[in-house]
């Protein structure tokens, strides 16, 4: 798999009730709390000036708020992806991240109900392969397990937690990817 030669920016949405929790959101439309909410604030700054030439987001309101709070400062036009989506993780919804994350991450075990790991990475191949070809580059905000995935597309390690509303820019380097934290 590949993408596109192209920067891109990633920011995962800000913080929800479940990630304080340590459990897993998938699917269930969890929306921001006030730590998410400061989290999307802090992150406009670090984000503006950057060249960014749009904001894509997942239609999941935790994304979706997130880059309209990022937005207010970018003013940019805004956009949202149906594939940007997080994972299903079916009946791991709402239960806490135990070794069941793995065994998905790893391709060993799906759990009853979810999306596997394989189709969520084919999934963030196709939309990303298809985002990339727009003018560079672009901000992209979705969720943690969309990364993940995305991650192993770029050839990066896979099992890195990507926090909550932190930019990483995406960049194409001789060999690969490079993925840096901005902070």
């Not at 995962?12 to 006030?34: C, E, F, K, M, W």
């Not at 999307?40 to 950057?50: I, V």
């Not at 904001?55 to 149906?82: D, G, H, K, Y």
């Amino acid at each position: 798999m590949s993408l596109p030669r192209a920067p891109f920016w990633f920011l995962r949405h800000g913080q929800t009730d479940y990630n304080a929790r340590g459990v897993s959101q998938g699917s269930v439309d969890i929306p921001l709390n006030a730590t998410g909410i400061a989290q999307a604030h802090q992150a406009a700054p670090l984000l503006e000036g950057r060249g960014i030439t749009a904001v894509i987001a997942s239609p999941m309101q935790r994304a979706l708020v997130t880059a309209e709070i990022v937005n207010q400062t970018l003013n940019l036009p805004l956009t949202t992806e149906p594939n940007l989506r997080e994972v299903v993780f079916g009946g791991m919804e709402g239960q806490p991240l135990g070794t069941w994350f793995a065994d998905w991450l790893n391709g060993i075990a799906t759990p009853e109900g979810a999306e596997s790991f394989a189709d969520i990475t084919t999934r963030a191949q196709t939309v990303m392969s298809h985002l990339l070809t727009a003018p560079a580059p672009l901000l992209i905000v979705s969720h943690g397990a969309f990364f993940r995935a995305l991650r192993g597309v770029m050839g990066l390690e896979l099992d890195i937690r990507t926090e909550n509303a932190t930019p990483i820019l995406c960049e194409p380097v001789a060999e690969g990817w490079r993925a840096t934290k901005f902070a």
